[in-house]
């Protein structure tokens, strides 16, 4: 109705409200660091979020997109605690030291990445009695325990990081995977095909693949840079590139690798993605203003399907880009926890799907 008109807002009444649905205490400190590089309104943001075990690949991020991100960074910390009141050594102290020396570590930070803190109590380290002096550890040890027992809320993260970013489109990408070619200009031209995108009536899929061997997968400055040099790695025998999760297709096999293969390189086509299936979680581009993600879900398993899922559901079509591809980089998997968090996500998925259809 052209209500132009501006109404304040307490910032932490509205954040109480954004993520109502999410698991509590939850403190959401939006632009913790701010970016100062102009933002292009039909730019793509990356939103992702991170742990502090994922610092490191999510520096080569950032370095190799050279763009947009909006991150979520997860730290553990004591419920009702300042940071005034928390000792040097304490472990949520040190992860925002580790946190301010990767974002000073680039220039590449400050001129395109924004940062959101989620501070939760859930992880062992931030609760009372668990204090550890982490001034000194490894990455890979960093945050492991403790994850499980609901540190890991991927939905209100990725929410997080989608509200804040500061152009129209957003991409929904884990951090662990690497850009490989430059679709934000496929993404302009794609809107002359998929005016849909526009609209929040359409996402734009860009196909994820991994390495058969996992050694292979661990340096990114490896990874192939065109979709010639990827469909030649596939093709080996054995093939040293296969689809991501191949061993789970629902996830990723409504991408349609068949006829990506197909495509001739550098052809600029976009084709839809025809056999939709509720397990499909594929990496997309779309709208801000597509439908968000459920907070329930904490953990591994069907977080990012519900996304889509719902997405599906309130008219979304999924198109892939055919030129375009991401390469997961290798890491090992916490499979106990994993197991543990399927088993209730999998009841919580059935649950959800039926409430989402009815409503």
Not at 28 to 38: C, K, V
Not at 291 to 313: H, I, P, S, V
Request: aromatic share 12%.
């Amino acid at each position: 109705m052209a209500n132009a008109a501006r109404t304040p807002i307490n910032e932490a009444t509205f954040l109480a409200k954004a993520f109502a649905s999410a698991l509590h205490p939850t403190r959401i400190i939006p632009f913790y660091y701010r970016s100062t590089g102009l933002v292009e309104d039909d730019d793509v943001t990356i939103t992702t979020l991170v742990t502090a075990n994922r610092f490191k690949v999510f520096k080569e991020l950032v370095e190799r997109y050279q763009g947009p991100i909006s991150v979520t960074v997860h730290i553990p910390f004591p419920a009702d605690a300042s940071l005034a009141s928390l000792p040097l050594t304490h472990p949520s102290v040190t992860a925002l030291n580790r946190l301010h020396t990767l974002y000073t570590s680039s220039p590449f930070f400050s001129k395109y990445v924004d940062v959101h803190l989620a501070l939760s109590p859930f992880a062992a380290s931030a609760r009372p009695g668990k204090h550890t002096d982490y001034a000194h550890a490894e990455d890979h040890t960093m945050e492991q325990e403790g994850e499980g027992e609901g540190g890991r809320q991927f939905n209100v993260w990725r929410n997080t990081a989608r509200l804040f970013a500061r152009t129209e489109f957003v991409m929904m990408l884990d951090v662990d995977f690497a850009v490989c070619t430059d679709w934000r200009q496929a993404v302009r031209d794609a809107l002359e095909v998929v005016r849909e995108l526009k609209e929040g009536r359409a996402a734009l899929v860009v196909p994820a693949f991994e390495y058969a061997n996992l050694e292979d997968g661990m340096d990114q400055r490896k990874f192939p840079r065109d979709k010639e040099s990827l469909v030649q790695l596939t093709r080996e025998s054995p093939p040293s590139l296969t689809s991501f999760h191949a061993a789970w297709a629902p996830g990723h096999n409504s991408t349609d690798y068949p006829q990506y293969y197909s495509i001739p390189p550098s052809s600029g086509e976009v084709y839809r993605v025809t056999q939709y299936q509720s397990a499909y979680e594929p990496y997309v581009i779309m709208s801000k203003r597509v439908t968000w993600c459920d907070e329930r879900f904490t953990g591994y398993g069907a977080n990012k399907a519900a996304c889509l899922f719902e997405m599906y559901l309130s008219g979304v079509s999924f198109y892939v880009l055919a030129d375009h591809f991401l390469i997961h980089q290798s890491h090992t998997y916490e499979e106990e926890a994993r197991r543990e968090e399927r088993k209730y996500n999998r009841k919580l998925y059935s649950d959800f799907k039926e409430e989402a259809c009815l409503r």
